[in-house]
């Protein structure tokens, strides 16, 4: 018996109906006329084989079922969905998040971390990392990288955060100091890339020097282009911390430091792209990401918010393409989409592929968890410690829509990879690691169907250059 996949679902655009499965991510496009004739011969009880398939609907069938959006089979379904189960990869470190301080000099109305909470923020440690800590901590990530699989190893990555990170400048500069002289003996450390986040305040002509010295990206928090947009980023006194940022933008330019955005969407940067499209380009920025607002007990956003930074990240996405600039998050949904192969995870964490180290030397799978410290399992002085088989960054490692079912049915299931497990767990009562981020829902559907309507406009457009 031919029959729709459980995973198959159907898109309107205009006078043609897409049909797509969500593990396999290849969009078949039909007439109106074509798509009705197969729905037709579906309801049908001569759909038992497909040597009933009418003529004129044949080359189509035969390209739904390759793309397993029709399948012949009951079990057909579950095997598919067994395989890309199968199919996520297990912990392999290659991404270490040095907390170079806990501490931060900014208290962002928003922050993820606890700095927007008076408690919170009592719970972070005063001490900042020691050049022995950091000593222990670049032999532990060594140590990961070594034990994982050399060919599963993706381009290993050191990132400098915080607090803010730069309040702890002096070790920053001596692990990637150390880190550049290993490059010639550690084989792993041969491509590493380095960068440090940062608020930018503490940035001055003799750190914007040295960073590009030793190799290490700048990333620098913003919000938008105005005061209004950067309204929820304060210092810890609640002043505006935007006009100084400025500044410091305006350095980095003069000394011809590249620098990319990180920026947060706050509900006043999403009413208008036009306000970041003046800060790219008054400061030829070349990359940034953006950054969707987590809730929690202190900060709650309204479900509006999703569909609407959903909405921005598209457009600007379009926007950047003309310009030929990269925006991360989007661009990696688009590379699973274009390569047809299932996005398991947005997140390093939850792909297994992290670990985070705060100053007194424990070790543990996300960044975001650093205030109380839950899911630290093992400190830089383990020797012993090995991701690969530890229940915690096991079970991390596990967390992804595929696995998830109240995902399966979703359309967006293969280019999703999930939202953020720690988001998940404060932002609805009795939340777990394995609650559903639904700001991540939003986004993923609509960037699903926003790569399925501009596929087909590209292929439109090949078709008529290719007449004239």
């Not at 969009?27 to 197969?38: A, D, G, H, M, N």
């Not at 922050?111 to 900042?128: I, M, P, Q, V, W």
């Not at 087909?456 to 250059?465: A, P």
């Amino acid at each position: 018996m031919v029959s729709l996949s459980r995973f198959a679902h159907t898109y309107n655009l205009d006078e043609t109906v897409t049909l797509i499965h969500s593990l396999r991510m290849k969009p078949v496009y039909l007439t109106r006329e074509i798509y009705q004739s197969l729905k037709a011969w579906l309801d049908s009880p001569r759909c038992a084989t497909i040597e009933s398939i009418p003529q004129h609907i044949q080359e189509e069938v035969k390209e739904l079922i390759k793309c397993k959006v029709l399948v012949q089979s009951d079990d057909e379904d579950e095997q598919v969905l067994h395989f890309i189960r199968s199919s996520i990869p297990k912990p392999s470190i290659s991404v270490c998040y040095f907390i170079l301080s806990e501490q931060c000099n900014l208290a962002c109305k928003y922050c993820f971390l606890g700095n927007n909470s008076a408690d919170t923020r009592k719970s972070f440690s005063h001490e900042d990392m020691s050049v022995e800590t950091a000593d222990k901590a670049i032999d532990f990530f060594i140590r990961q990288l070594n034990l994982s699989d050399y060919k599963e190893i993706r381009k290993p990555m050191i990132i400098f955060y915080g607090g803010e990170p730069l309040i702890n400048f002096t070790v920053l500069e001596y692990i990637a100091t150390r880190l550049n002289s290993l490059r010639k003996t550690e084989n792993h450390l041969e491509n590493l890339e380095m960068s440090v986040i940062t608020n930018g305040l503490l940035l001055n002509e003799e750190r914007l020097l040295k960073l590009k010295q030793l190799g290490v990206q700048i990333a620098i928090s913003v919000d938008g282009f105005t005061e209004e947009t950067n309204n929820m980023r304060v210092d810890v006194l609640g002043k505006p911390v935007f006009t100084r940022l400025l500044k410091v933008l305006d350095e980095c330019k003069q000394l011809d430091v590249n620098i990319s955005l990180s920026v947060t969407l706050s509900e006043n940067t999403i009413k208008s792209t036009e306000h970041i499209f003046e800060l790219i380009k008054q400061y030829d920025i070349k990359g940034l990401g953006f950054n969707i607002m987590m809730s929690d007990g202190s900060f709650i956003l309204p479900q509006s918010y999703n569909d609407k930074a959903a909405s921005f990240i598209i457009n600007a996405f379009v926007k950047f393409r003309e310009l030929g600039i990269y925006e991360d998050r989007i661009i990696r949904k688009l590379d699973a989409f274009a390569k047809s192969q299932v996005y398991f995870s947005d997140c390093a964490a939850t792909s297994g592929s992290q670990i985070v180290i705060v100053p007194d030397g424990k070790v543990g799978v996300c960044h975001g968890c650093v205030a109380g410290k839950k899911y630290f399992v093992s400190d830089v002085s383990d020797n012993k410690f090995d991701a690969r088989t530890d229940d915690t960054f096991l079970e991390w490692s596990q967390i992804s829509p595929v696995n998830n079912e109240k995902c399966l049915d979703c359309a967006a299931l293969g280019i999703c990879g999930g939202g953020c497990p720690v988001n998940a767990l404060h932002s609805k009562p009795n939340g777990t690691l394995h609650t559903i981020d639904e700001r991540f829902c939003a986004h993923s559907k609509q960037t699903l169907e926003f790569l399925i309507k501009d596929l087909y406009s590209i292929i439109l457009s090949d078709g008529v250059e290719n007449e004239q």
